[in-house]
């Protein structure tokens, strides 16, 4: 292993290359005719046969074949965040959008991995398959292709990924690892209180669906942590309001008219499944109850996004054992507690025996680690040959589960 090792230090500038490019070309959801035709270009350079999905926004490669019936499959997603850049950096994207989690990264990372077993493919006693997702920000590119029918044409024994974590607790470089339930299920849910607008001096003689809102938040929140115990790790967050006057939309603020509508969009977070289920139940009966008791019209409605990630403890043991053979001991850090944060390679996990571990990457800014998904967020490069070893060296190190 520790040949991987020296070939991917080797590889160092190149993959901070291949970084800097993706980052100026930051493209979001299941459009990314961009960022795919640069990876397109590296497979075929490398002579690294793929198939294309959803209309080119997806891909599969494959490394070896022929020796074995055994699979790996490694993932890397691709796209990137509807937010403006911050970072004043030489090579920032200036198109609106910007890769503020490190995807960039990520496939930078999984094209050096592919490099460093296209070396190896004549010996490798197994094929590596290497899925390329959009739309991860959504929660909807692995469900996607899934659908597309990538895990019946692709059928893998195991499943590797890698993401780029900060946490002010580790050094840059070190690999998170855990077993079990590591992230957090989310689900996506629409709240909708129709009420009947009047005059803002004489709210007795309409339905007021503001109130009724406030009365539903605090009524949510308490359910989080008054129906659940805190053990059960329940995340309830309402992130967007609206209200609307009539039918139209017509945004405008008007100060002295209660609207209408009110709407609600937010997200739950769970690290069981039963817990999951029950949240949801419990949020669509607050909601009738509100409505009932303020005399307006209620609509709850959830959307599945991602389920509980949930790392097999064998696969990831076996990660561990090579990132401790590459790196050392002090690489690895056992993490205690799973994330709250979702992801949606999770589609992937509930399928096929999983190891997903993140690699800290932390930069700083006025003593404060840049978080992702923050318009100043940046990653550290010197990290990228760590990640391209780890995940080559997970796939040629993969022990039967």
Request: hydrophobic share 40%; with cysteine; aromatic share 6%.
């Amino acid at each position: 292993m520790k040949d991987i090792l020296k070939e991917a230090e080797l590889m160092q500038e190149e993959l901070a290359a291949f970084m800097r490019t993706l980052h100026q070309m930051p493209e979001i959801g299941m459009e990314l005719p961009k960022t795919t035709a640069y990876i397109k270009e590296k497979l075929e350079g490398w002579e690294v046969p793929f198939q294309e999905y959803l209309g080119g926004n997806a891909m599969v490669a494959t490394i070896g074949g022929g020796i074995s019936e055994r699979c790996i499959a490694l993932r890397t997603d691709m796209d990137a965040l509807a937010i403006a850049e911050e970072t004043g950096l030489s090579y920032a994207s200036d198109n609106g959008n910007m890769h503020a989690c490190g995807h960039d990264a990520n496939m930078a990372m999984m094209l050096g991995a592919i490099k460093l077993l296209k070396r190896r493919e004549r010996e490798l006693d197994r094929t590596v398959k290497v899925f390329f997702q959009p739309n991860e920000e959504g929660m909807e590119g692995a469900r996607q292709m899934i659908e597309a029918g990538v895990l019946e044409e692709h059928p893998s024994d195991a499943f590797m990924a890698l993401h780029l974590a900060q946490d002010e607790r580790y050094e840059n470089g070190q690999f998170m690892f855990m077993a079990g339930a590591m992230m957090a299920s989310a689900d996506i849910f629409d709240i909708r209180l129709e009420g009947e607008g009047v005059h803002a001096a004489h709210p007795e003689t309409g339905k007021d669906p503001v109130t009724a809102a406030a009365q539903l938040i605090q009524a949510v929140q308490s359910m989080a942590c008054r129906e659940f115990s805190a053990l059960d790790s329940v995340v309830v967050s309402i992130c967007n309001m609206r209200t609307r006057l009539n039918d139209g939309d017509d945004n405008r603020v008007v100060y002295n008219a209660l609207p209408k509508y009110v709407d609600m969009a937010g997200t739950i977070r769970c690290l069981s499944e039963d817990v999951r289920k029950r949240v949801i139940r419990r949020m669509e009966e607050l909601t009738e109850a509100t409505g009932r008791m303020f005399g307006i019209r209620s609509t709850f409605q959830a959307s599945p996004k991602a389920p509980v990630a949930v790392n097999h403890a064998g696969l990831t043991g076996s990660l561990e054992k090579v990132c401790r053979g590459l790196f050392g001991d002090s690489a690895v850090i056992m993490q205690e507690e799973p994330f709250m944060g979702s992801e949606d390679a999770a589609c992937f996990m509930e399928r096929i025996p999983s190891a997903y571990v993140h690699l800290v990457s932390n930069v700083y800014q006025n003593g404060r680690v840049v978080p992702g998904h923050h318009p100043r967020y940046r990653v550290d490069e010197s990290v990228l040959y760590r990640g391209a070893a780890l995940l080559a060296g997970g796939a040629l190190g993969w022990k039967e589960r």
